[in-house]
């Protein structure tokens, strides 16, 4: 199985992880039906590819924690 791919633009990004907009995360968890612990792949335009992993947060915000760089 492929990884999904997302753009999310820079704004939404932090050093170490991805706050996901709300219109992903209703991909995310309705659509796709993935879970915290599951990869994705995000791009932001740079042509950069950042590997991550969802996490989800005490506030029920989802987001991805980035583990590589492509």
Do not use: C, W
Not at 9 to 14: A, C, E, I, K, M
């Amino acid at each position: 199985m492929s990884t999904h791919r997302f753009f999310i633009p820079r704004d939404y990004f932090s050093e170490r992880d991805i706050r996901l907009p709300e219109n992903i995360q209703t991909q995310v968890r309705k659509v796709l039906r993935l879970k915290p612990g599951e990869k994705i792949d995000v791009l932001d335009g740079s042509g950069e590819v950042l590997h991550t992993r969802l996490v989800e947060k005490e506030n029920g915000v989802l987001s991805a924690e980035i583990f590589g760089r492509e």
